[in-house]
């Protein structure tokens, strides 16, 4: 008797033995080639998204694409070109930084400006106001899909959520460097130069002994500035070592008067410090020496590795350089606008010009 044949599923015709029946997909590229799905999305798109990719990875890349026939869904460009003119901002502070006094407000006034000059509108996305996006849900990420494309601001991102819209071709821009993440568009400023001027214009007032004050954490932008740092430490032939780097995770307990005053006797004549969300290394160093009853800039100095908090803005004007942040909202729009369009474009890192300030002076003279 005839072995009945199986029945086609509806609308699919059986394939020959051997021959498949799909269009290849980019993660099939992916596993080929030995790279990640949104590599092979800026290879095959021909798009730049802030991450070099070498010749060698893009030739891989376009091989494997050819030994497996992949060519572009049609379908999913037409999609993709489908823009309703919105783009989204998304911060993973714990509450959306609307208040003027907040340090990423001048980044949104950038931001606004750059979006109406292009005409596009703005999406605040505010998933992460109860405590960033990770208090927010797995999903909280997934909203910003209503826009054509997405702003990212945050000293913490949320990785594998990043990583997942990258993977899926979605334009996303972070404010601020983030080598972690693949074929993530970042726009940033220049910590190392700012940094690195700030050490030689203390090294030119005199000081051989200069301590660098830091959050303890792996933030790209701490890392930008410490190196900075440490190279114009290098460069002015002052001592680099690790005793010229202080992290703490708790400035206002660890930055005592006492360690002030450790500090003072073993020869350090100046401190700089550097700015974060919550300006924690700043205020704790203010407060020490306060406390201790110090001078400054007449016993010590001190330089501040970007702006002060606003509530401190009555105070003397800190030594150090200044963030541009409403340029670096407009860069960021106009990198993002350039993905939406499926453009090829880059950004170069913004230059945080020297603050003079009334900080810093040349070392008292010891007995």
Not at 148 to 169: I, K, N, Y
Not at 231 to 236: T, Y
Request: some cysteine; overall charge neutral; proline content about 8%.
């Amino acid at each position: 008797m005839e072995e009945p044949r199986k029945r086609a599923r509806p609308g699919r015709t059986p394939a020959p033995p051997g021959r498949r029946t799909s269009r290849p997909r980019q993660a099939e590229v992916a596993r080929l080639a030995g790279v990640s799905q949104a590599t092979v999305s800026l290879v095959l798109g021909g798009k730049k998204q802030g991450a070099a990719i070498s010749a060698e990875t893009r030739q891989k890349v376009l091989d494997a694409a050819n030994s497996l026939g992949y060519v572009p869904d049609p379908a999913a460009r037409r999609l993709a070109a489908a823009r309703n003119d919105l783009l989204g901002v998304f911060s993973f502070t714990a509450t959306f930084p609307t208040d003027v006094q907040h340090s990423y407000y001048p980044f949104l006034i950038g931001v606004e400006r750059e979006a109406a000059a292009r005409g596009y509108d703005l999406v605040l996305f505010t998933g992460s106001s109860s405590g960033g996006a990770a208090a927010a849900g797995p999903d909280a990420l997934s909203r910003v899909r209503l826009a054509d494309g997405c702003l990212f601001l945050g000293r913490h991102a949320p990785t594998e959520e990043l990583r997942r819209l990258v993977g899926d071709g979605f334009p996303a821009v972070h404010v601020g460097r983030r080598d972690e993440l693949e074929g993530l568009a970042w726009v940033g400023a220049d910590y190392v130069s700012a940094s690195h001027e700030v050490v030689t214009r203390l090294a030119a007032l005199g000081h051989r002994r200069v301590v660098l004050v830091r959050e303890d954490d792996d933030a790209p932008a701490s890392t930008d500035r410490e190196y900075g740092f440490l190279k114009g430490l290098e460069d002015a032939g002052l001592p680099a070592g690790p005793d010229a780097v202080f992290r703490t995770a708790d400035p206002a307990r660890t930055l005592t008067p006492e360690r002030l005053r450790q500090w003072l006797d073993e020869g350090v004549t100046a401190f700089v410090a550097e700015e974060t969300d919550t300006g924690s290394p700043w205020r704790a160093l203010r407060a020490a020496i306060r406390e201790a009853g110090l001078d400054c800039p007449g016993e010590l100095s001190l330089a501040l590795l970007g702006s002060p908090p606003a509530d401190l803005a009555a105070e003397a004007v800190p030594t150090g350089f200044d963030i541009p942040r409403p340029q670096l909202g407009a860069a960021a729009v106009r990198l993002l606008a350039a993905l939406v369009a499926g453009e090829e474009a880059d950004e170069p890192l913004v230059t945080c010009p020297f603050r003079t300030g009334a900080t810093a002076g040349a070392p008292p003279r010891r007995p």
